[in-house]
């Protein structure tokens, strides 16, 4: 029988208050990474926080996750969490982030799965990338002036998709 919190398609539901930062700061790739990966200090379902920090540096040392549109989407699968965790944040101002299309980041996404959930990972990083393909769901985060707000958008958004 799947679990229902390991199956979730929401990416709203994944996120907190505690794991949505507006205006998180830091001038360069690695300082936002750090940042916004501490914001997972404390998840119930994150085992080793130094270990996941690890896994993402890793995985972002192979390719980076700068996908374009302003959007950093660092992630990685690991056997330091429980179940699926995620974080959001703006940043405070564009950072450069080696992205495909060469402009900085102003938006993080971070996704961190299990290890064995590989296809429940690529769906989640599926629904991310198309819900931040949308310029006026982009816009509203970047306006967003606190973490309810940021996540209310995500919730907002989701709906519209469903239907």
């Not at 101002?93 to 938006?107: A, I």
């Not at 290890?115 to 967003?144: P, Q, T, Y």
């Amino acid at each position: 029988m799947p679990n229902a919190d390991t199956d979730t398609l929401s990416i709203a539901d994944l996120l907190t208050p505690a794991t949505v930062r507006v205006g998180l700061e830091g001038a360069d790739k690695p300082e936002v990474l750090n940042a916004l990966i501490d914001l997972l200090v404390g998840h119930e379902d994150v085992v080793d926080l130094d270990r996941v920090r690890q896994d993402v540096f890793v995985r972002e040392a192979k390719l980076s996750t700068g996908v374009g549109l302003g959007l950093g989407l660092p992630h990685a699968r690991t056997s330091d969490v429980r179940r699926t965790v995620a974080a959001f944040a703006t940043t405070a101002g564009p950072v450069p982030f080696e992205s495909h299309d060469d402009e900085p980041v102003r938006m993080l996404f971070l996704l961190i799965g299990p290890e064995g959930e590989r296809g429940h990972h690529v769906k989640l990083l599926g629904r991310i990338s198309r819900l931040m393909n949308r310029s006026d769901f982009r816009d509203a985060l970047l306006a967003a002036k606190t973490s309810d707000e940021a996540l209310a958008l995500f919730r907002e958004a989701e709906a519209e998709l469903a239907v």
